[in-house]
Structures are given as C-alpha cells and as structure tokens.
C-alpha cells in the first residue's frame, strides 16, 4: 500500500491569488497523477506528473493555469494559478505503488475561491 | 476514448435491502475496472477491482463481475447497512493507467 499526504487539507483563498498543493507519498511509486473534483461531480484527470520533466496535460487543462513539478519519485506539486470562483474544487493526488501496480489517492485538497 | 456510465443516484434503501449500481463502459483494448467509495468527509478509497474478463472482484460483502460481453461492471450486496451510506464511483484503466470515472452514485442506507 501506500500512505499519500496532500497538503493542505483545505484553504479559501482569495480571486487572482495562486496555490500550490503537495502531494508526498511513502513508497516507491512510477506514475502520479492529478485529479479534480468539481462540488458534486465525478473526478476529472488533470495531468500525469512526469519526473524531471514536463507534466502530460488532459483535454482542457494547460500548464499556465495548472503547473505542476515533480522534482523526485515520491513528491509532486500542482499549482492552480489566477484563481477565480470556478477553481472551487477537490484536487487529488494518486500514484501507482511500483510493486503492485495498485492506485491510490489521497485525501484531497478541498479549496474554496473567493 | 475511455469513457463509463453508471447508474445516477442518488439511491436511498433501507438497512438489509439488496443493492445494484450499474457500471457499463467503453474502452479500446482490454482496460481494468474499479469501483472505488468515497466515504462522507473522507477522501477515496478502492472498494473492488478486476482485470480481466469474468474476473469477480470482491470486498466487504461488495461484488462486481467483469463481463466483456456487455462492457459491465455493476456493483452489488445482499444486504446493505447504515454505515455502506457514500458515494461510488466505477472506473476504469486503459494502457495509460490513468483512471476514467463514472459520475459516482450517492447511496443512503436508512435503519
């Protein structure tokens, strides 16, 4: 298994202003990714985190709005930046485990703009 | 592309009721599928998996069979409780490994 910590657990932050959410997890993993979760709707793939390069963006999402670094194997960032009201979402980490192959996710960062 | 289609809630039964949610997908190649619960306040969890065809993944009295035939994944139990109330969420996972999810039923169990 794999223990993820994402931080912060939540914020309210305020328009025009940027966040960067972490994501650590405790064991050896080969894929992250990122993920929202927009008030009562399904989870939408934002991007694959790649390591030491750029991350692989989904339909509708760009790295302006949405940069995310992964400096190493077990830790990644996801900015969202010049947020607005519509940013309002879940986001959340999850990795593919190296031995098993098994997902898992993180608890979510829950942020509310303003 | 991937895509799934599950069962739109919310779906309110009463403690000891069977319970079905409805997973249909489609999908280029041989994907794997999930279900996956979100639990009030708490964040994702995998409830089941299978991998391949006629695979039955099973979990906390929680079934789902994957059937090639019919592109399904339905979820099931012969008798829910109070604390089975969440959200579920089907998925699947093409060659990519990213996950593609349904839009997640509510299920309220009432005692």
């Known amino acids: 298994s794999a223990v993820i910590s994402q931080k912060p657990s939540r914020d309210i932050c305020q328009r025009g202003t940027s966040l960067t959410i972490q994501c650590q997890v405790d064991s050896q993993v080969t894929m992250m990714f990122w993920y929202r979760q927009q008030p009562g709707q399904s989870l939408t793939l934002i991007a694959t985190?790649?390591?030491?390069?750029?991350?692989?963006?989904e339909s509708g999402f760009v790295i302006d709005k949405f940069p995310i670094s992964r400096p190493n194997l077990t830790f990644s960032t996801l900015t969202v930046s010049n947020m607005s009201p519509e940013d309002s979402s879940i986001y959340l980490c999850s990795v593919e485990v190296k031995v098993s192959g098994e997902l898992f996710f993180g608890e979510g960062s829950r942020l509310t703009v303003l | 592309g991937n895509s799934v289609t599950q069962m739109e809630g919310p779906v309110t039964l009463s403690e000891e009721a069977f319970l079905t949610i409805n997973c249909t997908y489609t999908?280029?190649?041989?994907?794997?599928l999930f279900w996956y619960v979100q639990y009030p306040g708490e964040g994702l969890q995998l409830l089941l998996k299978a991998t391949k065809a006629d695979d039955k993944g099973s979990n906390k009295g929680f079934e789902a069979t994957y059937r090639k035939e019919t592109t399904s994944f339905h979820l099931e139990k012969g008798s829910v409780q109070v604390s089975d109330s969440a959200v579920y969420f089907c998925?699947?996972?093409?060659?990519?490994?990213?996950?593609?999810f349904g839009s997640g039923t509510q299920l309220t169990v009432l005692p």
């Open positions: 998925a699947l996972s093409g060659s990519a490994r990213q996950l593609t």
């Open positions: 999908a280029t190649g041989y994907p794997s």
């Open positions: 985190a790649n390591q030491g390069s750029e991350a692989t963006y």
